[in-house]
């Protein structure tokens, strides 16, 4: 294919050609600016060149291959020449079906075997969705890893309850007392899917006891009024950013939300005319919050002033380009990092959901509005969440009035 002059100038030959203008608008839609782009465009032009000498097409692109094209990139540039270099252009061409998919990584050793068929029985049998699954390996490989082996692989003729239950006393004792849990629950099912698949002959799922603890201990103490505000005075709502985080906050405070249901707000969850947002929560669970005042006030802040421009239609964006949806730890990350500019220490997002609980309770709201507020299928869960003041408690505990002589 002869050379033709692609976007920005860029000249392009070999089988990326035809997809220059794509990759063009593809970038620029991500928020990367025009002297960033020619940048990719010039590195996807030498990865096109790169392939028509070797007669090779885009559906060529596996691992091995982009790794060989780096190397002799490296030789002639001295700028992008990694794979994150490469994530923009490797990604158009996913999107748009013109080279393969990721290669998963193959299971290492037998250890990581056993453990490939224990995420497939997770996912099949158990009906788990696959980050779930993905925690149930790491909260089990230590127990794994612990397991005798031989040179023919793992050896189970030693997996019994002594084993299970020297592995608890010696790991859980380090953890803290919800991975402790996590850990516990997960190595029950892992024990019950060596049973299943006949890997040993005894369930050794009832060695595992259940983790004890009080439900109410170990909860964090709702922010005060002076630390709300210090929270939101360390966000600069001058800037893009500060106005992103303040909205994000707001959301997490006023509204009461998860990090999950913040990262998934959508444009069209927000009705401006009835006053309403729509909250995507656990369970696939919809629910339509009045949207306070305040809270609306920040987020047309933030969409006019703030947001960038970009097709996505989630309402919080990153910041710098690519522009994509936040997740829920970024959602979390703006807290902690809000949290000591204002020299509080580490905050993360949940603890404002608790704030919220705490203080509607304690204005007089009773457990029932509240869990209704959080969105709990039980006021026994919302209890977890709002811990009762001092205050409110005195204000419980009134004596009786006695209006006359009960003798």
């Known amino acids: 294919m002869d050379s033709i002059s692609g976007p920005l100038g860029v000249r392009f030959s070999g089988p990326l050609a035809p997809l220059a203008a794509g990759l063009a608008a593809e970038l620029a839609a991500l928020g990367y600016s025009p002297a960033t782009v020619e940048y990719?465009?010039?590195?996807?032009?030498?990865?096109?060149r790169w392939l028509q000498t070797r007669g090779l097409g885009t559906s060529a692109l596996t691992g091995p291959v982009q790794a060989e094209f780096l190397v002799e990139r490296r030789r002639e540039y001295s700028h992008l020449y990694s794979m994150q270099a490469m994530g923009p252009t490797l990604g158009y061409l996913r999107r748009i079906g013109m080279m393969p998919a990721p290669?998963?990584?193959?299971?290492?050793?037998?250890?990581?075997?056993l453990l490939a068929r224990f995420k497939h029985y997770l996912l099949v049998e158990r009906s788990v969705t696959v980050p779930v699954a993905d925690s149930y390996l790491r909260w089990v490989r230590p127990f794994v890893r612990a397991i005798p082996a031989d040179d023919s692989g793992l050896s189970f003729t030693g997996v019994d309850a002594v084993l299970v239950s020297g592995f608890l006393v010696r790991h859980l004792p380090r953890l803290g007392r919800k991975t402790a849990q996590m850990t516990a629950s997960s190595l029950r099912s892992f024990l019950r899917f060596l049973y299943a698949e006949g890997i040993v002959a005894v369930d050794l799922a009832v060695v595992v006891p259940a983790f004890a603890y009080r439900r109410h201990s170990g909860l964090p103490e709702p922010l005060t009024a002076t630390q709300v505000q210090a929270l939101i005075g360390a966000c600069d709502p001058s800037g893009s950013v500060g106005r992103r985080d303040l909205a994000v906050i707001a959301c997490l405070l006023?509204?009461?939300?998860?990090?999950?249901?913040?990262?998934?707000?959508?444009?069209?969850d927000i009705d401006w005319v009835d006053g309403t947002v729509r909250v995507r929560g656990?369970?696939?669970?919809?629910?339509?919050?009045?949207?306070?005042?305040?809270?609306?006030?920040?987020?047309?802040?933030?969409?006019?002033?703030?947001?960038?421009a970009a097709a996505d239609r989630v309402v919080f964006l990153t910041a710098v380009a690519p522009f994509t949806a936040l997740n829920r730890t970024s959602v979390s990350c703006i807290v902690a990092r809000a949290a000591r500019r204002a020299g509080l220490g580490a905050i993360h997002a949940h603890r404002l959901r608790h704030t919220t609980a705490s203080v509607t309770l304690n204005a007089g709201a009773t457990l029932e509005q509240v869990a209704h507020l959080l969105r709990h299928a039980s006021p026994a869960t919302t209890a977890v969440y709002a811990k009762t003041d001092l205050s409110r408690l005195g204000t419980l505990a009134r004596p009786w009035p006695l209006t006359g002589n009960l003798s």
């Not at 990719?40 to 096109?48: E, I, Q, Y």
């Open 40 to 48: 990719h465009l010039r590195l996807a032009a030498h990865l096109s």
């Open 103 to 113: 290669e998963e990584a193959l299971p290492n050793g037998a250890a990581e075997e």
């Open 254 to 268: 006023r509204l009461g939300l998860r990090c999950g249901e913040v990262a998934a707000l959508r444009l069209e």
């Open 282 to 308: 656990k369970g696939n669970r919809v629910d339509l919050l009045p949207l306070p005042n305040d809270v609306g006030q920040v987020l047309v802040a933030y969409l006019r002033q703030g947001r960038p």
